[in-house]
């Protein structure tokens, strides 16, 4: 028997092909993980985050007692080949009260490979920005509204004159806080714990 080699084009739709199984495969690992998440465990993950964030960013503490609403995910798990994508969950606080949960997902394209984790926090300035966000049903950052990504380094402070948005992410790794991180795209969606 003769096998016909493969060609160019035949080879890039292999690749291709396998490269989108392989993103598919993560992203349901990472969300099949993600569904053993009691809502104990979210809340206990979101006190330990944010004791790390007062800790570690100087007017942390002062800048959220004047939010309308913090929704923090302690656990983003992102990873790709080639396609990649990102899961978490986490808890919507206001007035330091858990009173909801929620998941967030997206996907990426383009050159990446690997696995990591982050910690993200979206502060509600306004409570206009945290209603319209409530309300939603699968609210998605840069369509449904633009959230300005704040980073300064680790023992840096947090110059509230300055911020003026009504939505502010932070975004840590083990290092600190993150650079060069976009959540645009991302979406948000409540769900039942």
């Known amino acids: 028997m ?3 080699q493969v060609g160019v084009r035949e080879r890039k739709l292999i690749i291709f092909s396998l490269t989108i199984f392989m993103a598919l495969h993560i992203i349901i690992f990472l969300s099949s993980e993600s569904y053993a998440v009691t809502a104990r465990e979210i809340n206990v993950g979101v006190d330990v985050t944010l004791k790390n964030f007062y800790k570690n960013v100087k007017g942390a503490k002062e800048y959220l007692k004047t939010a309308k609403g913090v ?3 302690p656990s983003v798990y992102k990873a790709g080949f080639g396609i990649g994508g990102e899961y978490g969950e986490g808890a919507l606080q206001i007035g330091g009260k858990t009173v909801e949960y929620y998941s967030t997902i997206a996907g990426s394209f383009g050159f990446q490979l690997g696995a990591q984790k982050k910690t993200l926090i979206l502060v509600f300035t306004q409570k ?7 309300e939603s049903n699968g609210w998605k950052a840069g369509v449904d509204g633009s959230v300005a990504l704040i980073t300064v380094g680790i023992g840096g402070s947090i110059d509230t004159t300055n911020i003026k948005d009504p939505i502010v992410a932070f975004a840590f790794d083990q290092k600190g806080l993150m650079y060069n991180l976009t959540i ?3 979406k948000f969606s409540k769900i039942k714990k």
């Open 128 to 134: 206009e920005a945290l209603k319209v966000f409530r």
């Open 2 to 4: 003769r096998f016909k």
């Open 71 to 73: 929704l923090v995910f």
């Open 184 to 186: 645009e795209g991302s």
